[in-house]
């Protein structure tokens, strides 16, 4: 079964300074991996996706992230923070069985200070 | 394109009480699925559906029921609300599963009282 490990609930940041937000995932095929943002009293959105193609993957706004096999990583960056970045983020995992596909981790809580 | 639509918006119930949540989406998606939202815990994932007519359980499924009539649509029940299960719920659907993300809608906020 497949599960994921956000490694921190919350993660303060100051404006323009480099974002990390990491996330371990645990799949038994080959997984896809996704990046979900949700911005407070917001529904989710999605920020990129990895399904195997470049393990470099761009997203919006600025984001990218780096799937690492040999980690079973999947960290989510972004080089210069903006206030309106400020959200939670969400990472998931996602593989080709049947069934109870797309599991979410926890969640990290971004905050930026001015 | 409306994509994912969810109704209502807010919710209050008394114990006991039953009601339905309405989700839709237009996109003719095959699969639809529910969450729900408790802070610290992620989404967990309470039913879902692969098509008209086929719907299973997910992780959280207790008090909850669900049926698939159409493509375009995928009801949630709660049978007899507790006060567990106050939290943020939401619709998705996707074109299939695996490699492919879903959409979301806005979200209802239940509480239960």
């Known amino acids: 079964a497949q599960s994921v490990t956000q490694l921190d609930s919350h993660v303060s940041v100051s404006e323009g300074t480099p974002v990390l937000l990491r996330c371990n995932y645990s799949?038994?095929?080959?997984?896809?991996l996704f990046w979900y943002v949700q911005h407070p009293n917001k529904g989710l959105q999605l920020l990129l996706k990895y399904t195997s193609a470049a393990t470099l993957v761009k997203g919006i706004n600025g984001f990218e992230a780096e799937f690492k096999k040999s980690e079973t990583s999947f960290h989510l960056t972004k080089p210069s923070a903006h206030m309106s970045d400020a959200a939670e983020y969400f990472c998931v995992v996602s593989d080709t069985s049947y069934g109870q596909n797309f599991v979410f981790g926890p969640g990290t809580r971004l905050s930026v200070l001015p | 394109n409306a994509g994912v639509t969810q109704t209502p918006k807010f919710q209050v119930l008394k114990t006991g009480q039953s009601m339905t949540l309405q989700c839709a989406q237009d996109m003719n998606h095959e699969y639809m699925s529910w969450y729900r939202q408790d802070p610290g815990m992620g989404l967990r994932l309470i039913h879902y559906s692969v098509g008209a007519g086929i719907t299973d359980q997910g992780e959280v499924p207790n008090g909850y029921n669900v049926s698939r009539s159409t493509t375009e649509d995928f009801p949630l029940r709660l049978l007899s609300a507790a006060p567990s299960q106050t939290s943020v719920y939401f619709c998705?659907?996707?074109?299939?599963?695996?490699?492919?993300?879903?959409?979301f809608g806005p979200g209802t906020r239940l509480t239960v009282t």
């Open positions: 998705a659907s996707s074109y299939s599963l695996g490699i492919y993300e879903q959409y």
């Open positions: 799949s038994s095929y080959s997984p896809s």
